[in-house]
Nanobody
Framework: QVRLLESGGGLVQAGGSLRLSCVAS????????VGWYRQAPGKQRELVAT???????NYADSVKGRFTISRDNAKNTVYLQMNNLKPEDTAVYYC?????WGQGTQVTVSS
């Protein structure tokens, strides 16, 4: 059974940084595309960033230049480094592999 566990969320002031982590278990992590998504209150879940097994990345326009997705296959972990955070980045952040989602981690950015 594939399981994903996110961590690293919290409360930060605008302009600050956070690094989210997502640990996968029960799968051959290295062969899959991994992704980070977010859902703000009253809004639909949206793509933040994806990273393929081959290393190709894709970012939402709203986070380009500020967020970086990376992975450590030896640790079955995907990261999301978030810099220069803005209040509009406030959301629950989820990682995803295939059709499996983690439980989410809350990120709150104060102005």
């Amino acid at each position: 059974q594939v399981r994903l566990l996110e961590s690293g969320g919290g409360l930060v002031q605008a302009g600050g940084s956070l690094r989210l982590s997502c640990v996968a278990s029960g799968t051959i992590f290295s062969i899959y595309t991994v992704g980070w998504y977010r859902q703000a209150p009253g809004k639909q879940r949206e793509l933040v960033a994806t990273l393929t097994a081959g290393g190709s990345t894709n970012y939402a326009d709203s986070v380009k230049g500020r967020f970086t997705i990376s992975r450590d296959n030896a640790k079955n972990t995907v990261y999301l480094q978030m810099n220069n955070l803005k209040p509009e980045d406030t959301a629950v952040y989820y990682c995803r592999i295939m059709s499996i989602w983690g439980q989410g981690t809350q990120v709150t950015v104060s102005s």
